[in-house]
């Protein structure tokens, strides 16, 4: 009974396993196998470089996937099924606002958000005439070409579905859909983050949030502050040049990918006390506990005019390597204490008559309005007051109506953060934070936990609720949310296992929405983690391989 | 200030950062650097080639290591020294016994535990005259080749040390350090087990445990037992042939490493029953909770005399792939249902009039005995009787003289296990699994967490006390201790980073012996995860590497 079972479980091997899950979807039973000559045809007027590359890559993955079923058999008892099976000689590409200007995927991964259009449609017939992907807008046709690269899997050299015909019509839920990474605490080569954005790209996550520098380095090489990054960063070879960046920013654009860079400001500021220690109060003082969450302490000196205008001009030449919307000041984790200590920001506050509530309000106004010459809006973190209020909450810091709130101390801090009526960006620590869990790391302390404890599993994640006590208003502020990456204790070691799956059943639920279902994604996850490490991505094993071989055996039911 | 203290840290970075901690070190303070002609030279009658060997790799990493010190200026501040320095134009590797007989480090590495010899001297002038390592056997001479290997950095193609004259004596203080992996919920090659062994020797680990299979596959192939793995490995590669075996066997012994097979009985035997099911009782039998810990259920039929003569020739024929002394059978997690559930159990046991415990323990002394009559002693579980009591506290199952217990469940379950007379091995799941912490991992489960939360740190498992509550009679029968990695939710995608540092501070806590500080070990460890890095090994970061660079400036108290 049990081998019978599995029979038909090899034959009909589940809903087709896309990731994310498209917003509509209809599937056939029918064998349908890639021509030997299959091609992707391009109907796109004067279709621009990066979408002829992106076809190239497409057509790659379709001969190097190479994924057999993920069933027992692998796909054995289809063989039969795919003799006598139509080919499938093409994918017309199809452009398909009539007199709409084709722009390229670049331009449309960093308009601004909400302007964007993701969506696409997707037909693939079963009796051997092209599949037709379409869409208004050239992010929209990327964004198919991954769900296409998705359809297919091996058997002996045969590039097949069981599903066809297939239709799709997606786009998604949420405008952001978000990962985050930190590589200040450690440093990231360059490679590391294509391969990320390559990876992020495959499961239609379109914001790279880049926390590039941080009290312990700062990698980033910004024109007329490149003392920062010589004295900052951890080697020379530890560096992101303005080349390295464009690089970057380029490839990550061509993959639908926008990035938003973050200089957090006034705390996580240590490191600039290296090239300018007039702007840095409390620059490394010990015990680093007393000035900081995390060593080395160093704030900018927020109530300067001087640094405010240092901060200012920082953030602005900084602001002129990234070409997308937003930038974020971050705001997090300001210590009371450092300033109570530090003279100058007393004698500052002093002449100014300022409290240092109004302080901080000035410092970040003015960083604000630097980033709003250069053309940007801002984005930050819902922040920690040295009273241990929420910025955003019931501090006089006045932030503009397009700035970008994320929340990330907790998503019980979600509504009140919506109260607020800024636009906000899930990120919470209690689901998102990919580095919890992996025990404390300061020295000296045997018994120390993570302080985000428990680790993020990706069902946590993916049962989270968008929206959860929000009235209809306050839940249009929810731009979507993203998964993060804090590197005390990561590395390029541990980069693509820690991230991957995990990041993706995030991208899942900002994508398709909530309401996914655990049991029914699970299988269409190991999905995610084969193809993955197909193309060079070393996601982790979410259970045995017994398990991912038979859908839903290893459920805690089964 | 601060400045200063760093000058005086970078030009006395710490102790010398062996790993593990030798049993006793003399540092002086002079730099001292290789000869460009320096060479590794054998004083050993007949040097066998596994020791040429060794010499060969020692030689090739004191080239390819190039790690520069891990202090703020990477060692620069040393480069005045290093000009006027000695150079050491060589190390003799001396073979010290008087008439003793060279065996190869092979040959010792599998000799009965307690009859091994893994001491040795080491000498580095800092006068420029040879260095010299001697050891009364080819193992100890291979231990001090590695530990010679960590004492040198580079500063710009120098390869150096400031702390010579150096001398050690070094001998462990367990006999037994091991690390075990599970190959069989998740399948690794070839290539990355001996990846892993190199890593082991380099920290002095000397025994794989090696849990090849399991009810989720079989990938052993054992002659005369072919249909097992063509059966029950995951794909027809994911086997480990009898060559696959020798060659790491023979891997692991040319770096005095052991290893330890298990094949686990008579639960987690599911997959034999693809080959064989009239052995396996209640396979994959569902619910399957109701039948096993986790899926798929299936055990031996230890009532029944067919299966028991199966299961001692199956033990027999896989214990003559290996040439070590020891062989695990397993006996964990046994299931009462599924033999309650099984009809041919209830009559086996009827016709013998025999209780479960007695039948238990026929097999169980049937297992043993096969492995006796192949030479090898028998390791063993701490285990779950079907009334979850230990066997080897209060069930009939008599275990001869030479079985090893692994103690697993808890580290609380030591003292009992010392009681029963046995030698044991320290495997408990609170201080040394490493795959703890990540999670549920059974499906339709979104709010299941790891079943040994949380994750075990590094310095959890480095201040564990072998003996505590044990007398000291109880206490000679702690043969030493290793971390383990269950594979449910490990693969080879994250192997290194999540074994990395983490399995070297058991190992330092079995080989130097407990009452190791966390706090001074914290730099130590780190040059071991940056010496890793250099060798192609990707261990993890446990901290920025700001902290990396300025030892104990991350430390709580700092």
Redesign the interface.
Known sequence: M?VRLSLLLALFPSALALWPQPTSINTGKTALKLAHGFDIKLSVPNAPSDLKDAVSRAKGFLKTDALAALVID?GASAAGALKSAKSLPSLTVEFAAKNGKVKSISEEAIAPIGTRDEGYTLSVPADGSPAVLKANSTLGLFRGLQTFGQIWFDFSGTTYTLEAPIQISDKPAYPYRGFMLDT????YPVADIKRTLDAMSWVKINTLHWHVVD???FPLQIPGFEKLSKNGA??PSAVYTPKDVKDIVSYAAARGIDVIPEIDTPGHTSVISKSFPEHIACA?A????SFAN???AGQLRLASAATTKFTASLLKAAAGLFPGQFFSTGGDEINANCYTQDKQTQSDLSASGKTFAQALDSFTQASHAALRSAGKSAVVWEVLTPLHTEMVLDNPVTLANDTVVMVWISSEHVQAVAQSGHRLVHAASDYFYLDC??????????????WC????????A??FDPVANLTAAQASLVLGGQSLLW????????L???VWPRAASTAELFWSGPGGD??KA?SRLHEVVYRF?QRGV??????????V?RP???????
Chains 1, 2 share one sequence.
């Open positions: 049990q692998r200040a605490r450690n440093f009290s312990q380095s951890y080697n490394e010990k015990p680093w506990a995390e060593p080395p869990g992996h025990g404390g790391w300061v020295g000296a302390f045997p018994t120390g936990n993570s404890d428990p680790f993020k599993t990706w069902q946590h993916y049962v590197s005390e204790q990561s590395s390029p070691a541990n693509d296992a820690t655990v049991q699970l490490r070393a996601a982790n094993s979410l259970q045995p391989e017994w398990c071989l839903g055996d290893c459920d805690l039911t089964a």
